[in-house]
């Protein structure tokens, strides 16, 4: 057993990696390689691979400790997927040679990363998806089709599932891979949403051949490795504490406080109503916090992206009706391709459309309300119908 | 903060000394049984958990013999009281005694009055309420009907007599003392000085009275009604927390039931019609469980907002629960038999006690600047 690093250790070891590496003067690239050697990248990582070990709830300190002395970050909102869903998957599943391969260059923001799971037929129902794998020598051959996938014009990797058996029922016949975007084959096109932006990409894969050793876990292992990711992927949406009024319901107290024409005496208990229920999801949010930091993780995860997704659907909705005549424009239809999605800075316009997509994406609100009733009060599963049937005689 | 939002050990294992002594002494039958009996309050159950558990004393400090606790683990015995819609007078009981410490604390009245008093509750020897409708919100300037006489008083200045009325009065039934806001005073009037008719009330577990004071001796014990409005705003707090437990208590038999009660071959919790609002539910109680929390766990100015929230936000997540679970229970929850209905009355009464959700809105509205017009 590796001796305990204390609180006070660990500042010591981030205030020795500041001084050997003055953030001042030294490359941005350089510090973040320095930082990820010296294992204070995320510190619940083993070390030799960006961390040293130790509980999550340290985490934040340090984040703090770097920003106080001006050392550059990794631009996490930039590298989310690689962050929240590659590397818990790479660390999980990985190959010692896979794990030093790809985990520094991702935590460093040298290579993104994306996910290639969703398919126009495989939304919801994930394991029904079709985008096949076949063996040749030492590659796999993929071919298929995805969609919604964030950052994939600038991914260097993917994190892929697809169909290597079509003759065992589809939980059975799935096997996990890292594709490299940059390999002939593949095709990434914008998909432009309702916002009038595309935040998304399609992927075709054509022919693409992806060597055998990036695959992740065993062959017809796929859906047990996808639930690694899928599992940090909910965290990441919904977790986090923020402070009061922080979101839509502070740009909707905003324009009821600076815009006293618009109040509308029937539309103020709704508003009053709609505070609460974000306060509420606050505290929510804060408690779930406390209770990861306490070592406690509860199915809340689950909880607060359903209810942030409802509210935000909700403040939107109020705050058009109470704007009357500015709620009738929008500020801008022109396709672009943002990197990071904010609702604030845009027309409410924006903010309504785009939160229809909160209780869409990451699960939709209806697969979560099942999955709270199943696993968190124990209710019976839906029927499932296409349980021993193989994939390939599924209704499609 | 964030980790006041959470239980501690001491609290759990309170937790566990009521919740054990309720499951032996108020199991739902009893309760039902006693709502049609002549003693509509269980004071034996009362002496075992004030006296014996030591509930009646928990905010009182300890050089007056009490535990010298915070609203934090009063409100882990509301959440226990809340399950098993106990009819104890707690609630009233935690009112009086935030009362005489706002009192005690404000230097404006008679700190020996107050220690008394409450040396007596946490000897579990006699029982206070605070004389004032349960409907009062935290935040009304208060205009009662009753008065003093004479004014001011002639021989002693801590005497005076009281008349007037006071009616829906919560936990005023088993009291032995009743704190008296009359004319910009609160004062301190033996309950057998005042005449106290019960009321047939929505809720059969929690019975009010009407009070009737016609010249009862009333010794003062604070000038101004700043330690009424602090003892509310205490209760407010433990009141969500009691929802809270309600909420729970209905969410768990209601789960239990769908999925042994079998329709059409299948069990009906099955259903996605009754699957997705018992999940709803169970979100809706996640929150009030961290709002209740933080009300508990606030103070000053923030905890004025948090209770507000916190009332508005557990009243309506116990009547959702208590209505659900009358709802999926189907034609048994409709009957006298089944306890959905103690739950039903005791949610919708305790969602307009302390104020009603619109009311607390209405006073948030003003705390955070967000003005009608």
Known sequence: MPPLITQHDLENRIQDLLAAHDPGTTSRLDFLHARFDAGLAWLHYPPGLGGLGLPRGLQPAAEKAFAAAGAPDNEPQRIGIGLGMAAPTILGFGSDEQKQRWLRPLWCGEQVWCQLFSEPGAGSDLAALATRAVRDGEDWVVNGQKVWTSMAHEARWAILVARTDPDVPKHQGLTYFVLDMSAPGVEVRPLRQLTGEAEFNEVFLTDVRVPDSQRLGAVGEGWKVAQTTLMNERVAIGGGAAPRESGMIGVLASAWREQPEVRDPALHDRLLTLWVAAEAARLTAMRLSAQLAAGQPGPEGSAAKYAFASLNQQISSLELELLGEQGLRYDDWTMRRPETVSFVGRSPGYRYLRAKGNSIEGGTSEILLNIIAERVLGLPGEIRVDKDVAWKDLPR | ?????????????????????????????????????????????????????????????????????????????????????????????????????????????????????????????????????????????????????????????????????????????????????????????????????????????????????????????????????????SAAAVLASEQLGLAEQCLKTTVEYVKTRHQFGRAVGSYQGLKHRLAQLWVQIAQARAVARYAVSSSGDEQVIAVAVAQAHCSAVAVQAAEECVQMHGGIGFTWEHPAHLYLKRAKSASIALGSPARHRRRLAELVDLPAS
């Open chain 2, 1 to 233: 903060m964030s980790e006041a939002l959470l239980y501690s050990e001491p609290e759990e294992e309170l937790r566990a000394a009521v919740a054990d002594l309720l499951a032996d002494r108020a199991a739902w039958a009893s309760v039902l049984a006693r709502t049609e009996s002549a003693e509509p309050y269980d004071t034996e159950l009362w002496k075992t958990l004030g006296g014996g558990i030591g509930v009646a004393g928990l905010l009182v400090p300890e050089e007056l013999g009490g535990a010298g606790a915070s609203l934090r683990e009063a409100a882990v015995v509301a959440e226990e009281l809340g399950k098993a819609v106990a009819p104890v007078p707690f609630l009233g009981s935690l009112t009086a005694t935030a009362l005489l410490l706002a009192a005690r604390e404000s230097g404006n009245g008679t700190a020996a009055l107050a220690d008394d008093l409450l040396r007596r509750i946490a000897a579990g020897e006699q029982t206070a309420a605070v004389a004032i409708p349960f409907s009062r919100s935290p935040d009304t300037t208060y205009r009662g009907r009753v008065s003093v006489t004479p004014w001011p008083p002639r021989e002693d200045p801590h005497e005076a007599r009281l008349t007037g009325r006071v009616t829906s009065v919560a936990d005023a039934l088993p009291a032995d003392v009743l704190l008296v806001p009359a004319d910009g005073s609160i004062y301190v009037v033996r309950a057998a000085d005042a005449q106290r008719t019960p009321v047939t009330t929505l809720d059969m577990t929690q019975v009010l009275c009407d009070i009737e004071f016609d010249d009862a001796p009333g010794q003062i014990l604070a000038i101004g009604y700043a330690p009424l409005a602090q003892a509310l705003l």
